[in-house]
C-alpha cells in the first residue's frame, strides 16, 4: 500500500499561473482533506469530501478549487495564484468511521513568486 | 467556534525528564482528541487519540473536560521523541482542526 500520494513535491509558481495539486490514495477511503499549512502556523482545511462527486469547503476555501470524480482521487485545483497562497500543502484521507484516523500524503510545498 | 490552542511553539528538555506537551481547547459540543506527530523528514501520523485511552511510545494524554485540556504527557522523554506535536480536535463529524504545533527537543 502507498498510502496517501501526492505530486509534485515542490512547484514555484509565478502570481497569476494556475496549477493543480494532485493527491491519490489506495486505502478504499470515503473522506479525503486538503489543508495548507504556512510556517509556525498548524494546518488548516482548505476542503473536503466524504465521498465520490461530493466536496465542501474547509476554513480557508478562497482562490482554490477541487473535485472528486473517483474515491481515489481529490486534486486541489489552484486559479490565478497569488503569494499569499505561498505554503505547504498536505492531503489526507480517512475511512470516516469512528474513531477516526486521518493519513496524511508527504506535502507539496508551493511558492508563489 | 472551534478552537486548539498550543501555547508552546518550542519545548527542550534532556533525555529521562519528564515531559508535558500543553493543549488547551474550545468545543461547544462533546469532543474528539487527537495528538498527531511529525518526526523530521516523515509525513504527519497519528500518535493517540483520546477515546482509546492508550499510550504510545510511553506518551499518555487525559482529556480534561473541565479545564478543556489534552496534554501529552511522558515520564521519560528520550531522544527520539524529539519532533512536532499537533493537537487535534475533530468536529462537526469528519472535519479536524489542528492546533499550531509545538516543537519537542529532547537534549543528550
Known amino acids: 500500500n502507498a498510502g496517501v500520494t501526492q505530486t509534485p513535491k515542490f512547484r514555484i509558481l509565478k502570481i497569476g499561473q494556475s496549477m493543480t495539486l494532485q493527491c491519490t490514495q489506495d486505502m478504499n477511503h470515503n473522506y479525503m482533506y486538503w489543508y495548507r499549512q504556512d510556517p509556525g502556523m498548524g494546518l488548516k482545511l482548505i476542503y473536503y469530501s466524504v465521498g465520490a462527486g461530493i466536496t465542501d469547503k474547509g476554513e480557508v476555501p478562497n482562490g482554490y478549487n477541487v473535485s472528486r470524480s473517483t474515491t481515489e482521487d481529490f486534486p486541489l485545483r489552484l486559479e490565478l495564484a497569488a503569494p499569499s497562497q505561498t505554503s505547504v500543502y498536505f492531503c489526507?484521507?480517512?475511512?470516516?468511521?469512528?474513531?477516526?484516523?486521518?493519513?496524511f500524503g508527504p506535502g507539496t510545498r508551493l511558492t508563489v513568486l | 467556534a472551534q478552537r486548539v490552542t498550543q501555547p508552546e511553539k518550542l519545548l527542550s528538555v534532556f533525555k529521562g525528564a519528564p515531559v508535558e506537551l500543553k493543549c488547551n481547547y474550545s468545543y461547544s459540543g462533546s469532543p474528539e482528541l487527537f495528538w498527531y506527530v511529525q518526526y523530521s523528514r516523515q509525513r504527519l501520523q497519528l500518535l493517540l487519540r483520546h477515546i482509546s485511552r492508550e499510550s504510545i511510545k510511553g506518551f499518555t494524554a487525559d482529556l480534561n473536560k473541565g479545564e478543556t485540556s489534552f496534554h501529552l504527557k511522558k515520564p521519560f522523554a528520550q531522544e527520539e521523541d524529539s519532533a512536532m506535536y499537533y493537537c487535534?480536535?475533530?468536529?462537526?463529524?469528519?472535519?479536524?482542526?489542528f492546533g499550531s504545533g509545538t516543537k519537542l527537543n529532547v537534549k543528550p
Open positions: 489526507a484521507s480517512s475511512s470516516g468511521e469512528l474513531p477516526d484516523t486521518q493519513y
Open positions: 487535534a480536535l475533530l468536529y462537526n463529524f469528519n472535519k479536524f482542526y
